[in-house]
Nanobody, 120 residues
Framework: QVQLVESGGDLVQPGGSLRLSCAAQGVTVVSYAMTPMSWYRQAPGKERVLVAH????????NYEAFANGRFTISRNNAEKTLYLQMNSLKPEDTAVYYC??????????WGQGTQVTVSS
């Protein structure tokens, strides 16, 4: 069974950093490498929104304005893992963060989410 498992969420003070991971299970390295991936987030009472996207080519990235310059999306295809490095965190970054696989031959796949809380 193919699934995405996020980890790395935590309570962090404003200005701090976190690195989120999203491990793909039940998929081959070749299939994973061909799959574009994204990070989304959903704050309490708000809609889920895109944070960053990375294509199958590891240098094809784009970011929403609030993430640009502070967050870095990356992937290790050999390890079938997606990352989100978040620096200079702000209280408004508090949310559940989800990874999504843009499956080429089927419905998109979401992870279960990991909680990030930025508070002093």
């Amino acid at each position: 069974q193919v699934q995405l498992v996020e980890s790395g969420g935590d309570l962090v003070q404003p200005g701090g950093s976190l690195r989120l991971s999203c491990a793909a299970q039940g998929v081959t390295v070749v299939s994973y490498a061909m799959t574009p991936m994204s990070w989304y987030r959903q704050a309490p009472g708000k809609e889920r929104v895109l944070v960053a996207h990375i294509g199958s080519a590891e240098d094809a990235t784009n970011y929403e304005a609030f993430a640009n310059g502070r967050f870095t999306i990356s992937r290790n295809n050999a390890e079938k893992t997606l990352y989100l490095q978040m620096n200079s965190l702000k209280p408004e970054d508090t949310a559940v963060y989800y990874c999504k696989a843009h499956v080429l031959s089927g419905p998109d796949l979401w992870g279960q989410g990991t909680q990030v809380t930025v508070s002093s």
